[in-house]
């Protein structure tokens, strides 16, 4: 697998990553396994496996396996394991494995692919177990053959992969009362310190985009809402 901390060039998602509704049956498979939100790797990577049993997984242990596309032209799944699932037996039965559940914010620094995808999977992990029935009428659900959706075989309600936009901003003022060694302004940055964290801890502006927002008017209001001052200039990045 190619590392990306090599390069200065901004990944995404599809380099090496399609959607795909129908597994191929490649012989072996890239398993995105997940025990309480941590994702399990096997020397710093992915586990490739020809079956999920090769780790001595049973049936009884996974809460779903989900098919979600080509990764490297193999099989992805997205794995989620029981609450009752036991690490530490796990790892004792397969003790010549060097293996590591890890926080998904951790495996950013180990690959940053891996991060992005993981991410795809527990989002599509979540979104099975939080549509299992009808939101509209109630019915159970069935997933859909042509599209990444939960269907209603009662009512025809449709739910897609859910997504929640956030914004998080760096507010900078130039600073002509405090001039650098050239004589130009200086440049601060607002950081806000939030009122219920015990010991001080002080953050960048974020949030959710409401309904209909923009992502521009979103920043706005946040800021707004969150240190009281009006911001001019949004870029994006
Ligand atoms: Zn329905």
Not at 8 to 20: A, C, F, Q
Not at 78 to 85: I, K, R, T
Not at 155 to 161: E, N
Request: with cysteine.
């Amino acid at each position: 697998m190619k590392t990306q901390h090599d390069t200065n060039e901004s990944i995404s998602l599809y380099d090496n990553y399609k959607i795909n509704l129908k597994a191929k049956g490649t012989d072996e498979k890239f398993y995105f396994i997940f025990h309480e939100r941590n994702l399990l790797l096997i020397d710093h990577q992915l586990p490739l496996l020809k079956e999920l049993n090769e780790l001595n997984l049973n049936e009884e242990d996974v809460n779903n396996c989900i098919y979600f596309g080509d990764f490297y032209l193999k099989d992805a799944y997205a794995v989620e394991l029981s609450e009752e699932f036991n690490v530490e037996e796990f790892k004792e039965e397969n003790e010549e494995i060097n293996m590591e559940f890890i926080n998904l914010y951790e495996v950013y620094d180990i690959n940053e692919e891996t991060y992005y995808l993981g991410g795809r999977a527990i989002q599509i992990i979540d979104w099975e177990n939080n549509h299992q029935y009808c939101g509209r009428c109630g019915a159970k659900t069935v997933t859909s053959d042509i599209e990444m959706a939960k269907v209603c075989p009662e009512c025809g309600f449709t739910s897609f992969t859910r997504i929640c936009p956030a914004i998080i901003t760096t507010i900078i003022k130039e600073d002509e009362d405090d001039l650098d060694e050239n004589g130009n302004p200086t440049k601060k940055i607002l950081m806000a310190r939030h009122s219920y964290h015990e010991y001080p801890r002080y953050a960048l502006i974020a949030g959710f985009l409401e309904a209909g927002e923009s992502i521009e008017e979103a920043v706005k209001r946040e800021v707004m809402e969150e240190v009281g001052i009006e911001v001019e200039d949004i870029e994006y990045f």
